[in-house]
């Protein structure tokens, strides 16, 4: 076990204040704090520890507010597509560490950006949820979560861009990171992917980090369908930016 006291530096208070505004937008939308913490967090310590750092932390804070979504939950939806995204993420976790992760971050980036637009200008999927496309964004999804951490912008805009209610798209986006999430920490430990300074920053970064999400919860208890779209799309439009321009 290192010494703890390396992680008290600069690159900790930045994480911090990153950490507090993702927990505020877990809470309220449901997803995106990876988004928000991906760019940054690789930046101050490495796309390795990235990856396991972010996912350390939202599988704690989802499960801080799964009990609270679930009556919601399409579980059949959330079961074909988080079971496609869990097949796909050791293809993921490969590329991980074998491909340029500032450049994947910058196509996915890309590809967000994209489909906010398309979704601001309000054109919405009116069709039934058929499975083939569900798998397909699952695996997509899967692939970049285990490679990148940033594994939400397929999934989220899909959801997004249907006919469901906030409660409904919150509760799925919820349901599905149970999912996911757990699959790829179990892949993360059998390939040897957990280090001590990730697991050691997680700990430090959770108690603010589920604070701020279980405020951002309560928010979102007296916000309206537009007002939740709005903040939405606001927030993968600055994702997008971030991960483009970091």
Do not use: C, H
């Amino acid at each position: 076990m290192p010494d703890p006291t390396f992680l008290f530096d600069g690159r900790l208070l930045l994480a911090l204040g990153v950490a507090l505004a993702a927990g505020l937008m877990r809470g309220f939308a449901g997803f995106g704090s990876g988004m928000l913490m991906a760019p940054i967090f690789a930046l101050l310590y490495g796309p390795l520890q990235t990856v396991a750092m972010v996912i350390l932390m939202e599988i704690v804070v989802t499960a801080q507010l799964l009990p609270g979504v679930r009556g919601e939950v399409q579980w059949r939806f959330v079961g074909l597509m988080g079971g496609a995204a869990a097949l796909f993420m050791p293809l993921g976790s490969w590329l991980l560490v074998s491909a340029d992760a500032g450049l994947m971050t910058r196509v996915i980036a890309v590809i967000v950006l994209a489909f906010v637009v398309i979704l601001w200008r309000g054109w919405r999927y009116r069709g039934a949820k058929r499975a083939p496309v569900t798998l397909g964004v699952g695996a997509l999804s899967g692939t970049m979560m285990a490679a990148t951490s940033l594994g939400n912008p397929p999934a989220m805009l899909y959801m997004l861009a249907g006919p469901d209610s906030a409660a409904v798209s919150r509760a799925n986006v919820t349901a599905y990171f149970a999912v996911t999430l757990a699959a790829l920490l179990l892949i993360m430990l059998l390939g040897g992917l957990l280090s001590w300074p990730a697991l050691w920053t997680a700990a430090l970064l959770l108690p603010p980090y589920m604070l701020t999400a279980w405020l951002g919860a309560r928010l979102f208890r007296a916000s309206s369908e537009g007002l939740y779209r709005r903040v939405a799309l606001l927030f993968l439009l600055a994702a997008g930016l971030t991960g483009l321009l970091a």
